[in-house]
T-cell receptor, first 113, second 112 residues
């Protein structure tokens, strides 16, 4: 079975630009979460979506937004990129009823210059 | 939020059993304890989850004392491929979001 997939793998952007990251969950998983991981730190929660509705939001500015599509895939959008947005962005999916057992994708490495 | 405290790093020789202890003094009644493993440049991988006493799977064992204020992840006979960061998490179900709150984790280095 395919795991969580994310695209692109790597991305280089310039300050002030916009970026869209994509995630496809494991088949049958309706919940998708996004995390940001900077070097040397654990992943930090950004958003959770379930059945196309936002169910949780972490402490991130409004420049960060996300959405989930009818096929349960998801996009994370970041506007007005800052150097500090450089990080590994992780997507995770899970089954309903198993909230703490999340399956992570390989991540998208974003570099802002 | 139930905060967790775990050692920053640990070293172990191949073939030894490794025990990583995590403190979570203010764990809530409904919280579960979950451990993840992360290799460099990869997403975290779910290892094991428990509520109380002992849980064992094909990868690890999780020991939780009666007061649930700590937990110990036990990795039997580690190999070089077990070198990774291990995160202890306590379930945060605030507002139904079930977000995972990661700390800095424990960096385990397995030595030949």
């Amino acid at each position: 079975d395919a795991g969580v997939t994310q695209s692109p793998t790597h991305l280089i952007k310039t300050r002030g630009q916009h970026v869209t990251l994509r995630c496809s969950p494991i088949s049958g998983h309706k919940s998708v979460s996004w995390y940001q991981q900077v070097l040397g730190q654990g992943p930090q929660f950004i958003f959770q979506y379930y059945e196309k509705e936002e169910r949780g939001r972490g402490n991130f500015p409004d420049r960060f937004s996300a959405r989930q599509f009818p096929n349960y895939s998801s996009e994370l959008n970041v506007n007005a990129l800052l150097l500090g947005d450089s990080a590994l962005y992780l997507c995770a999916s899970r089954l309903q009823g198993r909230p703490y057992e999340q399956y992570f994708g390989p991540g998208t490495r974003l570099t802002v210059t | 939020l139930a905060k967790t405290t775990q050692p920053i790093s640990m070293d172990s020789y191949e073939g030894q059993e490794v025990n990583i202890t995590c403190s979570h003094n203010n764990i809530a009644t409904n919280d579960y304890i979950t451990w993840y493993q992360q290799f460099p440049s990869q997403g975290p991988r779910f290892i094991i989850q428990g509520y109380k006493t002992k849980v064992t799977n094909e990868v690890a064992s999780l020991f939780i004392p009666a007061d649930r204020k700590s937990s110990t992840l036990s990795l039997p006979r580690v190999s070089l491929s077990d070198t990774a960061v291990y995160y202890c998490l306590v379930g945060d179900s605030g507002a139904g979001s079930y977000q995972l709150t990661f700390g800095k984790g424990t960096k385990l280095s397995v030595i030949p």
